[in-house]
């Protein structure tokens, strides 16, 4: 089965075709580390982790870069305001960054560079642009002059002429066209800066992410990607000074772009401030829950936060993950465990091993339509409900149950989720116990206040009410107290 693509360049989904066979190299553009990453990030790392995470299942073997943008203005106005070197800062967040992206189930990249690092490769490619005459030197700075590559605005699908009309307030006298972009950055005092041979400074943004996906992927790499912002200017630009460098060879195959997550309609970004960040999300949401949410839309379609819908997507994760504990108890009690599975063609077609094959058929399906995460969860809740009915069989299908609870963790485990030990249903255990204890407190309340008022009647209701759902009520010279009836009594 081929798995189809929609490419931001061409406009339309296109199958995708490795440029070697069983491989595939993806660049995406990764954060600039100046704060914790907000679920905006998130949403197009989640993105790019789930599409990894599929080229692996479907067998190819994966080179999966995403950069660190480790200098950066930003970085440089707030590691200053803090009064610490910009890098170390940067590096902070960086250490950062791994912990979150634990918590979301995101895996380390192949290679996870940073522009820093990278300096002497960032200085070879200038160095090609400006004997190619695609760049030029103005005291100390670098520039990319957007009119000499014949393809600027090719993936944007803007034309020089509509952007220099809509250009005309920026005034910038060392620019040859307002477009011409900043390679190499004259230093300024107190600034991270490198030797080169215009003199101290440090690169531009757009520039790192050439050099970096060349070194690590080769020209004419797979797939390039990264938020759908990215597409104009940043890619735009790195398309020109890579192909400009590569002189017309082709940089990226396939250009992927998630949508935004929105708040009110808006962008979620760091310079707006209306953002949440995953660190402080997961102090009320397991990450699990919150991968849940982001893949429960396709990436390109638009997703306009609302805790409401994180608070269902908590109830439809544990949909699943109830459906898997369930059929394991059941598995237990009948001793049952995955080596019991033989392949002896013992294993006989049944309402189960049709519907886990279904699932994995339609999961497939899915996915190799543009990695279509939310019809996928469709099918994962599909064999829920099919091992869910199947439960309480008189005469249990043993390898059937088997089957299905493989089938059930294989197709999560793709889209990067660990069913069979669920974070958040040890979270709703630990939420709901606290709820019994308060609602408990109250009880206990209402009966002394009535066997105060000698009302024995609801005393004694109370009591024997609870003892019917095993709760055990016991008064004692200190006060009383309560606990959950054992099952010895
Ligand atoms: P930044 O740290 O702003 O450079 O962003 C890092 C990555 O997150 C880039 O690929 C951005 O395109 C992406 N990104 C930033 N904000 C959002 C958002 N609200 N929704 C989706 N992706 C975003
Ligand atoms: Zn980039």
């Known amino acids: 089965m081929s798995l189809r693509l929609y490419n931001t360049m061409t406009r339309q989904k296109e199958e995708f075709i490795p440029q070697q066979s069983g491989k595939v190299g993806i ?64 590096n902070k967040y960086i250490d950062e960054y791994f912990t979150d992206a634990k918590a979301l189930n995101i895996l380390p990249a192949t290679v996870h560079p940073k522009a820093s690092e990278h300096i002497d490769e960032i200085l070879k490619i200038i160095q090609g642009l400006l004997d190619a005459n695609l760049a030029y030197v103005v005291n100390g700075d670098v520039y990319f002059a957007v009119n000499r590559f014949r393809g600027y605005g090719k993936l944007s699908g803007r034309n020089l002429e509509d952007m220099q009309a809509g250009a005309r307030v920026e005034v910038d006298e060392r620019k040859r066209h ?45 797939i390039h990607g990264g938020g759908g912002d990215l597409v104009f200017p940043h890619h735009e630009n790195e398309i020109a000074q890579s192909e400009g460098y590569l002189r017309g060879r082709k940089f990226a195959h396939y250009w992927i772009h998630t949508a935004f997550l929105t708040v009110n309609q808006e962008k979620m970004s760091k ?27 396709h990436y390109r379609s638009l997703l306009d936060f609302d805790d409401h819908k994180l608070a ?31 392949g002896e063609n013992k294993v006989k077609d049944s309402v189960l091993i049709q519907a886990a094959n279904q699932a994995r058929g339609d999961f497939v399906e899915a996915m190799d339509d543009d990695f279509n995460s939310s ?8 064999l829920a409900k099919v091992i869910n009915s199947n439960l ?36 709703q255990a630990e939420a709901d116990d606290g709820i019994l204890a308060s609602v408990m407190d109250v009880l206990v309340e209402v009966r002394n206040r009535s066997r105060k008022k000698k009302d024995w009647e609801t005393a004694d209701f109370i009591r024997d009410a609870l003892k019917e759902i095993n709760i055990v009520i016991e008064d004692t010279p200190q006060g009383t107290n309560w606990r959950l009836k054992n099952k010895s009594g």
């Open 27 to 90: 660049y995406a553009c990764g954060p600039t580390t100046y704060n914790f990453f907000h679920l905006g990030n998130a949403r197009m790392l989640v993105a790019f982790d789930m599409i990894r995470r599929y080229f692996a299942y479907k067998g190819f073997d994966v080179n999966y870069v995403q950069n660190f943008t480790d200098v950066d203005d930003k970085i440089i106005k707030l590691a200053r305001e803090e009064g610490v070197e910009a890098l170390a800062f940067a």
């Open 178 to 222: 307002p477009m011409d972009f900043a390679l190499w950055k004259a230093a300024k005092p107190e600034e991270p800066a490198w030797e080169s041979p215009w003199g101290m400074g440090r690169p531009g943004w757009h520039i790192e992410c050439t050099a970096m996906s060349l070194k690590y992927l080769g020209a004419g790499f797979d």
């Open 271 to 297: 310079s707006l401030g209306n953002f949440f960040t995953v660190r402080e999300l997961l102090q009320h949401f397991p990450g699990e829950v919150l991968r849940f949410y982001l893949l429960s839309t």
């Open 312 to 342: 269902e997507a908590q109830k439809a994760l544990a949909r699943l993950q109830t459906s898997v504990r369930l059929v394991s108890e059941a598995l237990n009690r009948l001793n049952k465990t995955d080596s019991d599975l033989n």
């Open 375 to 382: 019809l996928a969860y469709a099918s994962l809740f599909e």
């Open 392 to 427: 309480g069989a008189k005469e249990p299908d043993v390898n059937g149950l088997l089957i299905a609870r493989q089938t059930l963790l294989e197709l999560g485990g793709v889209l990067g989720f660990d069913l069979a030990n669920p974070a958040s249903l040890a979270a």
